[in-house]
Nanobody, 126 residues
Framework: VQLQASGGGLVQAGESLKLSCVAS????????MAWYRQAPGKQRELVARWLSGGSTIYAGPVKGRFTISGDDAKSAVYLQMSSLKPEDTAVYYCETDRYYYCSISGPVAAYGMDYWGKGTQVTVSS
């Protein structure tokens, strides 16, 4: 298992959940990680992306409600979800495709193999 996600569950609308995802030590140090979600009958969509150094990107529907954060040392990413809505119900996947590679001048971030976690179910009841 290269990416291990956890933290999903069943909550009521307005409640919070925190998802966690840790990359295997066999991977290179990650330079970016993201959360995607896929609701029944819909395409997988980007929820949020974290870049090592602190930059973040959010999809419109979750801005102001979700917070993504990462831990360079642990190669981990977290998604704090607040004010959850029934439309947030989906399987949430973590993903990484950008790593630090060694170079003469030091670590360099570059794209590499695309890895996905198995997904964790989030269900929000109204």
């Amino acid at each position: 298992v290269q990416l291990q996600a956890s933290g999903g569950g069943l909550v009521q609308a307005g409640e919070s959940l925190k998802l966690s995802c840790v990359a295997s030590r066999s991977l290179l140090p990650v330079a970016a990680m993201a959360w995607y979600r896929q609701a029944p009958g819909k395409q997988r969509e980007l929820v949020a992306r974290w870049l090592s150094g602190g930059s973040t990107i959010y999809a419109g529907p979750v801005k102001g409600r979700f917070t993504i954060s990462g831990d360079d040392a642990k190669s981990a990413v977290y998604l704090q979800m607040s004010s959850l809505k029934p439309e947030d119900t989906a399987v949430y996947y973590c993903e990484t495709d950008r790593y630090y590679y060694c170079s003469i001048s030091g670590p360099v971030a570059a794209y590499g193999m695309d890895y996905w976690g198995k997904g964790t179910q989030v269900t929000v009841s109204s």
